[in-house]
């Protein structure tokens, strides 16, 4: 008996994905990368800069699919390297518990949350990171943010999708929305 499943990352091809988001959910990761103090306070946050479709720049949190047969946790680390570069060290505990859940629906006002592209589930992860982080794929660059900062209006309108909205969810979740 041969075993023929396919365990390489690339498990579906560009036009099977495609065929797959229009039929089913797609689930995927999202992290807020932090930086935190001796305490384990969040000093600052994270957020790549991007070009969106419509040629304009845009800020974005760390996402991915997760693979099949991948475990969440190598899903967020595997993730966070593609985006944040291999020596970003993040703090990814052992059974690591998503702060929300966000439905991401390509039909605009479902939720906060908008893909065109697919209905997607995303489990969303607030994760200290230590190391150098140096923005890889698409990004045009990484910068770091106050948490003040982050939630405020120029930062929000910087970022599309929803991503705004889940960014201010893990500032609550960490106490730091007024």
Not at 141 to 160: I, R, T, Y
């Amino acid at each position: 008996m041969t075993d023929t499943t396919d365990t390489s990352p690339g498990w579906l091809s560009r036009t099977e994905i495609e065929d797959a988001r229009g039929r089913l959910p797609i689930v995927y990761v999202n992290a807020v990368p932090v930086r935190v103090d001796g305490s384990g306070a969040v000093t600052s946050v994270g957020l790549l800069l991007g070009v969106a479709p419509d040629q304009t720049f845009s800020r974005s949190l760390v996402s991915g699919r997760v693979l099949y047969h991948e475990r969440i946790r190598d899903a967020l680390l595997r993730n966070l390297e593609k985006d944040l570069g291999p020596v970003a060290l993040p703090h990814v505990p052992a059974s690591p518990q998503p702060f929300t859940v966000a439905e991401y629906f390509p039909t605009p006002g479902v939720t906060p949350f908008h893909d065109p592209r697919q209905h997607a589930v995303s489990l969303a992860y607030v994760v200290p990171v230590t190391g150098d982080c140096r923005p890889r794929q698409d990004a045009l660059d990484l910068v770091w943010f106050s948490p003040e900062e982050a939630a405020g209006e120029n930062v929000q309108q910087e970022m599309s999708g929803g991503q705004g909205v889940l960014l201010r969810q893990a500032l609550a979740h960490v106490g730091l929305m007024p």
